[in-house]
């Protein structure tokens, strides 16, 4: 179970990463040519590591941390249109799967209080 919660929390972050840097670059930009908003995210990047190889103290701070895209995603989705509005679906969902395979992750992995 924590293998595919590992592995869950790592796919979904990734597939954010890849969502938020082709969305913000050329599949739905701000702006025609892109815009700042690519910037977003560098972000993303922090806790990559730490989840890649399972660190429970990433797994805590990251599952905070992802409500940001949550909130985004939910604005966006809200107020845009069109693709740009579907890519934000998109991100609600994956930030939906990272923070419940994050907060079960850290759960399952705590040690046994003495």
């Not at 730490?50 to 599952?63: E, F, I, M």
Request: glycine share 6%.
């Amino acid at each position: 179970m924590i293998q595919k919660l590992k592995l869950g929390a790592s796919i979904s972050l990734i597939a954010l990463i890849v969502l938020c840097l082709s969305w913000e670059a050329f599949l739905a930009p701000l702006k025609p040519n892109g815009s700042m908003l690519i910037l977003k995210t560098v972000p993303l990047l922090l806790p990559l590591f730490g989840v890649l190889h399972g660190k429970r103290y990433t797994y805590q701070w990251a599952s905070m941390f992802i409500l940001f895209y949550f909130t985004e995603g939910v604005v966006r989705a809200w107020s845009d249109t069109g693709l740009s509005a579907n890519l934000a679906l998109l991100e609600v969902v994956l930030s939906v799967i990272f923070f419940v395979c994050a907060i079960f992750y850290a759960k399952l992995t705590r040690k046994p209080v003495q």
